[in-house]
């Protein structure tokens, strides 16, 4: 073990779907050693190469646990708390459920330290965004969690939990509301005269170009887009078409607020 797994002890993983299937190979490439996790999975998914798998939780297959990352479906935290995990005592509680609350978490695994995380699947290349949330201080443990998350991309630290399921809207649904965008622009183009795929190229292309631009420069978005747009040229006629009334500003107002809504609803059927 080396590097920020160090300290991290022994790995149980509860779910290993798209979300934690890219988190896990990301930090397996960066130098996890496979022989310190152990994967639950009752669908039977597979792993990664290296990585104990059991269909369900086994104390004398996993041993001592330190580190305890819950990475199934929200709506199965009952069903797993109730099949022999409510007796794990881990030091450190990572979960990556969206809508479940830390005084959930707390509640259901006293004594250990909670710590919430949200990921996006850019993580799977190192370019995703982790938010982080603790509802205590953060101390060495926590420390601990964000160096474990460092290798995933930009790591946040979200200090009212109260915005955490905006957050979750926001950064870890946005990736999808992206390739939405991404496949908008491209039928846009198709439906103005482009072949199909070509369109499809040349969208993926200016999105993935704009964006590591937007990342790297010392500009904001908003300047950036006025240095491409003219006066009275042509990408200023389209951004006069998004500009108007706000329309595009509304259109992703309402998109998180509709998905911050769904992480709500969840939480309260978690607690239920």
């Known amino acids: 073990m080396s590097g920020p797994f160090a300290d991290l002890g022994r790995i149980l993983m509860v779910g290993c779907g798209n979300m934690g299937g890219a988190m896990l190979r990301r930090w397996l490439d960066q130098g996890l050693d496979p022989a310190q996790v152990t994967v639950i999975s009752p669908s039977g998914r597979a792993v990664p190469g290296g990585v104990a798998v059991i269909n369900a939780y086994d104390p004398a297959a996993v041993g001592t646990v330190s580190t305890l990352l819950l990475a199934m479906k929200p709506q199965q935290l009952s069903a797993v708390h109730a099949a022999g995990l409510a007796s794990v005592r881990a030091e450190l509680l990572v979960s990556i459920l969206a809508g479940v609350d830390s005084a959930t978490l707390s509640s259901l695994w006293p004594g250990a330290t909670v710590i919430r995380a949200m990921p996006n699947l850019p993580v799977a290349i190192g370019k995703g965004v982790v938010a982080l949330h603790s509802p205590a201080e953060i101390d060495d443990r926590a420390r601990r969690v964000a160096a474990w ?96 009334d706000a329309a595009l500003v509304s259109l992703l107002t309402r998109t998180l607020q509709a998905s911050e809504n769904r992480n709500r609803e969840m939480a309260a059927a978690a607690r239920a």
């Open 149 to 244: 998350m460092q290798p995933l991309g930009l790591v946040e630290w979200i200090e009212s939990e109260g915005l955490f399921d905006l957050v979750t809207a926001l950064a870890g649904s946005g990736p999808s509301f992206t390739y939405r965008f991404i496949e908008a622009l491209a039928a846009a183009g198709t439906a103005l005269g482009l072949p199909s795929d070509q369109s499809a190229r040349l969208a993926t292309a200016t999105v993935e170009g704009a964006g590591l631009l937007a990342a790297e420069a010392a500009e904001t978005p908003a300047v950036l887009a006025d240095q491409v747009a003219s006066p009275g040229g042509s990408t200023r006629a389209g951004l006069n078409v998004l500009d108007n």
